[in-house]
């Protein structure tokens, strides 16, 4: 299965008494972010972020519970199983529960979309159905489908005619801040009738329909072509990788003397200066080959019709 079909849920899409066995597909690309390390100047270390308890330093990950604070410095414990025994069909399930039309739903709503797709040939035909019919009728389902441990509200569209379904997480109106509160400081006041038309005007003439292909990430590419010409430059720094408590290091001049003295031969060849250190003849770097990278480009979110 390709890297960008991996499912990410598995369920069954339910319109009253109908099941159609369909599977989630993340639409973002992970590979579309340009993403940083922090490093310690001086001693070109990974830095890492540890999990602490002051006083007792580092904990380890099954010593950690999770813990509900119900008024400052009093926790209600949460233990994994407590969790998993929460009997929610939103689990296994996506419930339709309603339908509206894809202009009632405000963009600022929309969270992470997701392809969805049928599970299995029986699904197929069940699928292809509610698409058409959503498509037909414009509209887009409400419902509720648990991921990641949470909740969520979610609206289903079609795609295109003949396409997909596409599922989108929706945020909660309580997640929101009240807008009529962040804009009660803007003026009533109308503005100027000859300003409103120029404006229409413009914006008339501007006014085409919208390709997200048309648009690139002019900041991530600027980030890719910084990286290339450090490379070509020579500008690579060898960091120390940190290694978890336990874990057995073997570099490859060890593995290369522990071979030849397995196999009967003679001395290994003698250990090259180690990475870091300044050796008394440095031979010319040679930068490693840059991979390309294709502009990401956002997967476009269609409205039903």
Known sequence: MA??????????LRLALVSIPVRLVAAEKAESEIRFHQVDRNSKQRIR?????????????????LGYEVEPGNYVFM???????LKLSTRHTIDLLQFVDAEEIEPLYFNRPYYVLPDGEVAEE???VLRDALWAKHKV???????????????????????GLVLDTLRYDSELKNADDIFSAIGREKPREDMVQMAEDL??????????????NHYAEALRELV????????????????EPGAKVLDFMEALKRSVAASGGGEAPPEPPKKGKRAAAPPAKKPPAAKSSKAAKAPARRRAG
Request: charged share 35%; no cysteine.
């Open 141 to 163: 389902g409400i419902g509720q489908l648990t991921l990641r441990g949470r909740e969520h509200l979610v609206a289903l569209f079609p795609m295109g005619e003949g396409q």
């Open 49 to 65: 972020y540890l999990k602490v308890a002051p006083g007792k330093g580092e904990v380890k990950k099954e010593d950690i519970v």
């Open 126 to 128: 069940g699928y292809r």
């Open 3 to 12: 890297e960008s079909a991996r499912t990410f849920w598995k369920g069954y």
């Open 79 to 85: 233990e994994d199983e407590e969790l998993d025994s």
């Open 203 to 216: 914006i008339e003439r501007r006014s085409e329909p919208f390709d997200p292909a048309k648009f690139r």
């Open 228 to 243: 290339k010409a450090k490379l070509g430059r020579g500008e690579t720094v060898p960091v120390e990788e940190q290694v």
